[in-house]
């Protein structure tokens, strides 16, 4: 009855009429996200009806409501089909400032009119096939970078902004063609980087950093929406750009993440809001080639120098571990160097494992992320290796028992899902610089025997990586107790079938074999 009576002013109403009738349908149907299947020839007719009203001459609130009427329409994929041409398409593109020829956005009044084309362009072309190809046909990511260059620096024109970077990151998705048109043809990298800053209010203070300023207000909800729209596109882009990556491209991807150590230092609207910020930072961090990823830390400016100074000299002598990380004015310092944002991956890795859930999803991204700045960045693993392995003090209970990250991470490893155990094993184990001896340590050589196996590690030594030497952090409760460990060792069979140390075992066999192959 309400399709009916729509359609029927529809195709004979004046404006105002139109305009009531139809904000009416929207207002009942705002959280309609399924339909009845009886009346699905009316609402196909109702598109095509709303459709022929968008070229006429009518006020741009008459627009706004046929456009957000068509927006729940679209949410019905068989109602797309017959209203999915080139022509509507066109109509939808023009109305979103789309085209070319339109030069600005002055018109304050018209920003409701392209904020809901571009929301019902991103219903149809998610739910279209058909709309996916025109897509390309009317070049329709061209167009959008086109429109974020006219408003990336106007802030009061967010929503616009939202929605074009949501299609953005739909139709990146969708065609591998265009996340190679957005990188290269469209130089989509900066292009988005730069939306980054403004969502940000970034102010550099020198090539690769920015200014933190710890007690400003949060990001806005419009601001962060705009902002993770745009970090989901960047990932598109740059998917595999680990792969692809050139020298030329090192200063604009330490730009980036230059962008993005200051995206995990500011917070959102909302606890929450601030977690999906800082995951799809995350996601996109692991995007960035390893050797760009140098900028997360930097030095400390001469003053915060001088107060790193002053707090060493204010720690007891013999609080020698504790001497290399310092909290100062809300600055997580190591080594003479600002950790705060691999400080805050380490705290978003913990808060994920805690949850308990979805860890392939959640908890593998930033695990396999502080891996590989572990294993390329001396100064990040040696204090990850100081937060998460400080000196091993508690020698009474197993590795797994307890509340820290450690005890965590430890768990992991004999976690049922394949994936996230390795990658667990593997950020201890690098922390641990691929020393056999230094993993079972701090784990046990019951949850490391997977990783061990998986190396070939079983009889010790060490990984292929290398890695600078470091002094003994041995704790004299770890010496002490260390003797006591020899009650426990891997062991193997002889070839006379009795028990024996693993590594005399292996040597025994690899006796054999070369006895035999002397012998025809």
Same mark, same amino acid.
């Given at each position: 009855?309400?399709?009916?009576?729509?359609?029927?002013?529809?195709?004979?109403?004046?404006?105002?009429?139109?305009?009531?009738?139809?904000?009416?349908?929207?207002?009942?149907?705002?959280?309609?996200?399924?339909?009845?299947?009886?009346?699905?020839?009316?609402?196909?007719?109702?598109?095509?009806?709303?459709?022929?009203?968008?070229?006429?001459?009518?006020?741009?609130?008459?627009?706004?409501?046929?456009?957000?009427?068509?927006?729940?329409?679209?949410?019905?994929?068989?109602?797309?089909?017959?209203?999915?041409?080139?022509?509507?398409?066109?109509?939808?593109?023009?109305?979103?400032?789309?085209?070319?020829?339109?030069? #600005?956005?002055?018109?304050?009044?018209?920003?409701?009119?392209?904020?809901?084309? %571009?929301?019902?362009?991103?219903?149809?072309?998610?739910?279209?096939?058909?709309?996916?190809?025109?897509?390309?046909?009317?070049?329709?990511?061209?167009?959008?970078?086109?429109?974020?260059?006219?408003?990336?620096?106007?802030?009061?024109?967010?929503?616009?902004?939202?929605?074009?970077?949501?299609?953005?990151?739909?139709?990146?998705?969708?065609?591998?063609?265009?996340?190679?048109?957005?990188?290269?043809?469209?130089?989509?990298?900066?292009?988005?980087?730069?939306?980054?800053?403004?969502?940000?209010?970034?102010?550099?203070?020198?090539?690769?950093?920015?200014?933190?300023?710890?007690?400003?207000?949060?990001?806005?909800?419009?601001?962060?929406?705009?902002?993770?729209?745009?970090?989901?596109? @960047?990932?598109?882009?740059?998917?595999?750009?680990?792969?692809?990556?050139?020298?030329?491209? #090192?200063?604009?991807?330490?730009?980036?993440?230059?962008?993005?150590?200051?995206?995990?230092?500011?917070?959102?609207?909302?606890?929450?809001?601030?977690?999906?910020?800082?995951?799809?930072?995350?996601?996109?961090?692991?995007?960035?080639?390893?050797?760009?990823?140098?900028? %997360?830390?930097?030095?400390?400016?001469?003053?915060?120098?001088?107060?790193?100074?002053?707090?060493?000299?204010?720690?007891?002598?013999?609080?020698?571990?504790?001497?290399?990380?310092?909290?100062?004015?809300?600055?997580?310092?190591?080594?003479?160097?600002?950790?705060?944002?691999?400080?805050?991956?380490?705290?978003?890795?913990?808060?994920?494992?805690?949850?308990?859930?979805?860890?392939?999803?959640? %908890?593998?991204?930033? %695990?396999?992320? @502080?891996?590989?700045?572990?294993?390329?960045?001396?100064?990040?693993?040696?204090?990850?290796?100081?937060?998460?392995?400080?000196?091993?003090?508690?020698?009474?209970?197993?590795?797994?028992?307890?509340?820290?990250?450690?005890?965590?991470?430890?768990?992991?490893?004999?976690?049922?899902?394949?994936?996230?155990?390795?990658?667990?094993?593997?950020?201890?184990?690098?922390?641990?610089?691929?020393?056999?001896?230094?993993? @079972?340590?701090?784990?046990?050589?019951?949850?490391?025997?997977?990783?061990?196996?998986?190396?070939?590690?079983?009889?010790?030594?060490?990984?292929?990586?290398?890695?600078?030497?470091?002094?003994?952090?041995?704790?004299?409760?770890?010496?002490?107790?260390?003797?006591?460990?020899?009650?426990?060792?891997?062991?193997? @069979?002889?070839?006379?079938?009795?028990?024996?140390?693993?590594?005399?075992?292996?040597?025994?066999?690899?006796?054999?074999?070369?006895?035999?192959?002397?012998?025809?």
């Amino acid at each position: 009855m309400d399709e009916e009576r729509a359609l029927y002013i529809v195709r004979a109403g004046e404006a105002g009429a139109i305009e009531r009738v139809l904000r009416d349908y929207s207002d009942k149907h705002r959280a309609t996200f399924k339909f009845e299947s009886t009346d699905e020839d009316k609402r196909k007719k109702l598109c095509e009806g709303i459709f022929k009203v968008l070229v006429k001459d009518i006020p741009a609130t008459c627009q706004v409501s046929c456009l957000e009427v068509l927006r729940i329409l679209s949410r019905d994929k068989k109602v797309l089909v017959p209203v999915t041409t080139k022509e509507n398409m066109q109509i939808l593109l023009r109305l979103a400032k789309l085209n070319e020829s339109d030069d #600005s956005l002055e018109k304050v009044s018209e920003f409701p009119v392209i904020v809901e084309s %571009l929301k019902c362009l991103c219903n149809i072309v998610f739910n279209s096939q058909m709309a996916q190809q025109l897509s390309l046909e009317l070049n329709l990511a061209a167009k959008l970078c086109n429109l974020l260059r006219k408003c990336k620096d106007r802030k009061f024109i967010n929503d616009i902004k939202c929605f074009d970077l949501r299609l953005l990151f739909l139709l990146s998705l969708l065609h591998t063609d265009i996340r190679s048109q957005l990188r290269y043809e469209l130089q989509g990298l900066p292009l988005l980087t730069q939306i980054l800053e403004s969502a940000f209010s970034i102010k550099w203070t020198d090539e690769y950093e920015s200014a933190i300023d710890h007690n400003g207000p949060p990001l806005s909800p419009q601001e962060t929406d705009c902002a993770i729209e745009a970090l989901k596109a @960047l990932f598109n882009v740059t998917v595999d750009s680990w792969k692809v990556h050139k020298e030329s491209d #090192s200063h604009q991807f330490r730009v980036m993440a230059a962008v993005l150590r200051h995206c995990l230092l500011i917070v959102g609207p909302t606890e929450d809001k601030t977690e999906e910020l800082h995951s799809n930072a995350v996601n996109l961090l692991s995007n960035v080639p390893v050797s760009c990823l140098d900028v %997360l830390i930097c030095p400390l400016t001469h003053e915060e120098t001088a107060q790193e100074a002053t707090t060493l000299d204010e720690l007891p002598s013999d609080k020698t571990a504790e001497k290399e990380t310092v909290l100062k004015n809300n600055t997580m310092v190591y080594n003479g160097m600002n950790m705060e944002a691999i400080h805050v991956l380490l705290n978003f890795m913990e808060k994920r494992i805690d949850k308990g859930s979805s860890y392939r999803e959640g %908890l593998t991204p930033v %695990l396999s992320l @502080l891996t590989e700045c572990s294993r390329a960045h001396r100064n990040i693993r040696k204090f990850l290796k100081d937060q998460v392995l400080p000196p091993l003090r508690d020698v009474t209970n197993r590795p797994e028992v307890g509340s820290t990250v450690r005890n965590k991470l430890v768990r992991l490893m004999t976690h049922v899902d394949l994936g996230v155990k390795q990658i667990a094993a593997e950020f201890l184990f690098v922390l641990c610089k691929e020393r056999v001896d230094s993993l @079972l340590k701090y784990t046990g050589y019951g949850n490391a025997a997977g990783l061990l196996a998986a190396r070939g590690l079983l009889a010790g030594g060490r990984g292929d990586n290398w890695y600078s030497e470091d002094e003994d952090t041995d704790t004299e409760e770890y010496k002490n107790a260390k003797p006591k460990e020899e009650l426990l060792k891997p062991m193997g @069979l002889k070839p006379d079938g009795t028990i024996t140390p693993l590594e005399e075992a292996l040597n025994q066999y690899s006796v054999i074999e070369e006895t035999s192959s002397d012998t025809d």
